[in-house]
């Protein structure tokens, strides 16, 4: 089996791994660096689950390959707390009651992180269409985008981006 050497910086922390060519970036993430925040399901770019913040860009990391990633920056779910201190928008998918069952919910929060971090300032409209990629089952999706407004207040009172 071909294995490809792999610097990346996750969460704020740099990696060197070794891993077989064939890993996605999902993979890694999952297998090698054991953070299972992240999601696995379609496995095909089309639910979202797998998001995960590249460079500053949300992308499906199912469809990512590892090989892809080297000197690259990354971030998950787990990178966005600081120690106990949730992230707003964490702290506002809590407080909205926008978990359900909580499977899609790492990778609407970082779809959700990109798309703030580029657009602070969003409409309800412009926030249902930047999260129509990630697939949620339980909620209807109305606490998810009020959880995003919200977050998007707060981070704009703080004057901070997301």
């Not at 922390?13 to 299972?36: F, G, I």
């Not at 990512?64 to 600081?82: I, N, P, S, W, Y």
């Not at 999706?141 to 959880?147: E, F, G």
Request: charged fraction near 20%; glycine fraction near 8%.
């Amino acid at each position: 089996m071909t294995e490809v050497q792999l610097d990346l910086t996750v969460n704020g922390r740099r990696h060197r791994l070794s891993v077989p060519a064939h890993y996605s970036l999902l993979d890694v993430l999952r297998d090698e660096l054991e953070l299972t925040g992240t999601k696995t399901n379609c496995l095909e770019a089309e639910c979202g689950v797998c998001t995960v913040v590249l460079d500053g860009k949300s992308v499906a990391s199912c469809a990512v390959l590892a090989a892809q990633c080297q000197g690259r920056e990354v971030t998950t779910v787990e990178g966005l707390a600081e120690g106990a201190a949730l992230h707003p928008l964490q702290e506002a998918f809590v407080e909205f009651g926008a978990v359900q069952c909580g499977y899609c919910i790492p990778g609407m929060i970082m779809t959700a992180k990109a798309f703030l971090d580029e657009n602070p300032r969003p409409t309800r409209e412009a926030v249902r269409e930047a999260i129509a990629g990630t697939l949620c089952r339980c909620t209807g999706y109305q606490k998810i985008v009020d959880a995003i407004m919200a977050a998007s207040q707060r981070l704009s009172q703080q004057g901070e981006r997301a």
